[in-house]
Nanobody, 120 residues
């Protein structure tokens, strides 16, 4: 199973960006998909995630500004980021808890990350 992110870049404070993450490969099922971020010198933290049943979870710092739409038919999750702040600057990683065809168990998968820089 591979996760490929896209959509990062440079944006001014107050602006918007949408990240995309496509899961591909021999997938039996996907249980959750989500986004984590890691700023320079800090630990990786959860930004938002969504379960296969549609339940969402957001970090307090992004509630009301970010949403996590998903297109289950395309195994694609998005991160819509509005009202961006300089403190949102980080490498954003896509994560999936999925069961591959070769297993009966869930496995954690990570993308390589995409850089989001919020600066004027």
């Amino acid at each position: 199973v591979q996760l490929v992110e896209s959509g990062g870049g440079l944006v001014q404070p107050g602006g918007s960006l949408r990240l995309s993450c496509v899961a591909s490969g021999s997938i039996r099922s996907i249980w959750t998909m989500g986004w984590y971020r890691q700023a320079l010198g800090k630990q990786r933290e959860l930004v938002a995630r969504i379960t296969s049943g549609g339940t969402t979870d957001y970090a307090d710092s992004v509630k009301g500004r970010f949403t996590i739409p998903i297109d289950s038919a395309k195994n694609t999750v998005y991160l819509q980021m509005n009202g961006l702040k300089p403190e949102d600057t980080a490498v954003y990683y896509c994560h999936a808890l999925a069961t591959p065809m070769s297993s009966d168990y869930g496995v954690d998968y990570w993308g390589k990350g995409t850089l989001v820089t919020v600066s004027s």
